[in-house]
């Protein structure tokens, strides 16, 4: 320590460093994304507009809110597999609910939101109480909701959506100065990123759903109400999942396969922004940008008219680097 | 009195050396009640008829084979989502080599071996010196594997020659080869784990990985071994299936959602996600009680989206029967 009589840099590449150390401590995702932003925005004019890049955002809010009702279970160090099967659930029985009667709309939704929180219920309970791994629990869950969903409408989609209904996934504010125009999905996206925010960050909870996923034991030992907590989680991403199914129904048809893989896609958007599997370490808008990310790289492939059988291998390969990537990145800071 | 009590003392002995896993009692109880539901509801044949008993257990040789892989995989602290393509690519390029020739065979037996070797070792590679999560690796895996699939094939390629398709159909004695494949791979999978070093190895590094790596284990080596062999289970499955099948075409992975149920049938049998506990016999254990649920709502004739629900539900519960006792929480 007191040999560093050496002369101390310079002014400027002090400078020079703190911005080099400012850029490193930005998470990987936001340059991935916006790595492959720039490339889409070459590509296709469309990206460039304000218009693009707004029906860009409405397409991905439902994933991004997928996506940050996951990273509270991934959190505590669960998975919650069932989200693609409650997407399923919400599209066929919404139809089936709504059978273009706009009235019915505000029924359906109150229908779903219940049964989210009856299947979000239903998971935290079986994980907390009858001490389920949550892989499995929800696994079970995923085939019970797919299941439950077909008998329900007969194996077939039936009924029709309303518009009124689907407004939420694809409609915009018009006349907005300077954008033209803002999709509520992104409206509602950034009103549940900053509840979510609140809870997670800024609240003993969110203490707590870390702390669980650190290490369950020490945070029971410290007085965390384990398995009220985890029951919680399960909840929140639950819900959030039937109101990205609401969104999602919004622009795609009525499908029989319209959750299916979901819950895969969205751990990757999640790992892809930093969320640990395993629990521990997570941010809200990382993970918004892990989705962001993911669509990104639909998009892009889409772009390069590359056929569906490509896209699933190349969509395999980038998700292993992007990951490898942001392991390897984080790794160094510790 | 003393000679009762020593002859006692053996049963317990020899109960606790053979350790038969709690789950074998769930299965026990699911048969005698899906027996009973049949006597009721049913004709009543899965009491009566032998080729109904014989087949619950072919239809569980497929899940079977690949299960006991798993369990490997899993034991070890790991997880492979990429089964389900790797059944598939066997069952296309397999099918797509022999073109109904006898005389090519043995060359697809070879590739597709080779191919599930090649898997096992880019999945082991990947999450051990990668340092990717399980889970997100082998889903990266299995995308690749999808879309080289998709790419290449797009419906029934080539067929297999009559000579195969003894794997799938011919019987020795009363006892259809199937099954007497099925024995011997869960014996394999027994021995491997618990009369070697690899398996000793095995359950240390899916106990702790640290404290393996420390104890001076080459953990990388032994988790990748793991991985090459739960592909070849699934190369093993997929052989079956294309022998069964006459055909290989490429959803008969996926279809037969061969991934999550044999993680399913695995974690029903006792083997702890977390890794480093666990057997094959308990996940044969929950291949049969698939088996059986599916003779069983057959039988009964039950609606295809139900069936769906109450095999989650019994998932859940088998779990359950075991795991609501146990002190720690659940992850």
Not at chain 1, 107 to 128: C, D, E, Q, R, Y
Not at chain 1, 179 to 187: G, K, N
Request: positive net charge; aromatic residues 10%; proline residues 3%.
């Amino acid at each position: 320590m007191t040999t560093t009589t050496l002369k101390q840099p310079s002014k400027f590449l002090q400078i020079l460093k703190t911005i080099w150390n400012g850029i490193k401590r930005v998470p990987a995702v936001y340059y991935i994304f916006f790595g492959i932003f720039i490339v889409l925005g070459l590509l296709s004019p469309t990206y460039q507009s304000a218009n693009g890049i707004m029906a860009f955002l409405r397409r991905t809010s439902p994933l991004a809110i997928l996506a940050i009702g996951e990273m509270i279970v991934l959190s505590t160090g669960g998975y919650d597999l069932s989200i693609g099967s409650i997407v399923t659930l919400v599209v066929l029985g919404s139809s089936l609910l709504l059978n273009n009667d706009p009235t019915m709309m505000p029924t359906a939704i109150w229908t779903m939101l219940a049964l989210g929180l009856l299947i979000g219920l239903v998971n935290g309970f079986v994980v907390s109480y009858l001490k389920i791994p949550s892989f499995i629990a929800t696994l079970g869950m995923m085939l019970l909701v797919k299941g439950g969903a077909l008998y329900w409408v007969g194996g077939a989609p039936r009924g029709y959506l309303t518009e009124n209904w689907r407004d939420f996934g694809r409609g915009y504010f018009e006349n907005i100065p300077l954008i033209e125009r803002f999709p509520y999905a992104l409206a509602i996206l950034l009103v549940l990123a900053l509840v979510t925010y609140f809870i997670y960050h800024r609240s003993n909870f969110g203490k707590q759903i870390l702390a669980i996923g650190d290490n369950v034991r020490a945070s029971q030992l410290s007085g965390v109400r384990v398995r009220l907590v985890r029951m919680i989680a399960f909840v929140i991403s639950s819900l959030f999942a039937v109101i990205g199914g609401i969104m999602i129904g919004g622009f795609g048809g009525v499908n029989v396969t319209i959750g299916e893989g979901l819950e895969m896609q969205t751990i990757a958007a999640c790992v892809v922004g930093g969320v640990l599997l395993g629990g521990g370490k997570g941010s809200v808008m990382n993970v918004i940008f892990g989705a962001f990310t993911m669509e990104a790289i639909f998009n892009l492939l889409n772009l390069l008219g590359l056929p569906k059988p490509y896209k699933d291998a190349v969509q395999g390969l980038i998700i292993i680097a992007a990951v490898a990537y942001v392991a390897l990145s984080t790794r160094k800071k510790k | 009195m003393t000679t009762t009590s020593i002859s006692d003392n053996r049963f317990k002995r020899f109960m606790r050396n053979i350790n038969i896993p709690p789950v074998y009692y769930f299965l026990v109880v699911i048969f005698l009640g899906g027996g009973i539901l049949d006597q009721i509801f049913s004709d009543g044949q899965i009491f009566t008829n032998q080729a109904i008993l014989l087949n619950i257990i072919v239809r569980s040789v497929a899940l079977g084979i690949v299960a006991v892989g798993q369990t490997l995989v899993i034991v070890g602290a790991s997880i492979d989502l990429s089964v389900a393509y790797t059944i598939s690519i066997t069952a296309v390029m397999s099918s797509y080599i022999m073109q109904g020739e006898t005389k090519n065979v043995p060359l697809a037996i070879l590739v597709v071996f080779g191919i599930g070797i090649l898997i096992g070792l880019i999945n082991g590679l990947i999450i051990t010196k990668l340092k990717i999560n399980s889970f997100i690796a082998t889903l990266g895996t299995s995308l690749i594997i999808k879309g080289i699939i998709n790419a290449t094939f797009s419906n029934y390629t080539g067929s297999v020659p009559k000579s195969f398709q003894f794997f799938g159909y011919s019987t020795l004695g009363p006892i259809p080869v199937a099954i007497i494949v099925l024995i011997l791979v869960v014996f394999a999978g027994w021995f491997l784990l618990n009369r070697t070093k690899f398996g000793a190895h095995l359950y240390g590094v899916g106990g702790n990985v640290e404290v393996g790596r420390l104890s001076g284990l080459r953990t990388d080596r032994v988790l990748i071994g793991a991985h090459i062999l739960c592909s070849m289970s699934a190369v093993l499955t997929g052989l079956f299936l294309v022998s069964r099948l006459q055909s290989g075409a490429p959803w008969v992975g996926p279809d037969g959602l061969y991934d999550l149920e044999s993680i399913a049938t695995t974690v029903v049998g006792g083997t702890a996600l977390a890794g480093g506990k666990g057997g094959v016999w308990g996940t044969l254990a929950g291949v049969l009680i698939f088996g059986v649920l599916d003779t069983v709502f057959n039988q009964l004739g039950m609606n295809p989206y139900l069936k769906t629900v109450l095999r989650g539900a019994i998932i859940v519960l088998a779990v359950a029967s075991y795991t609501y006792r146990s002190k720690k929480e659940a992850a």
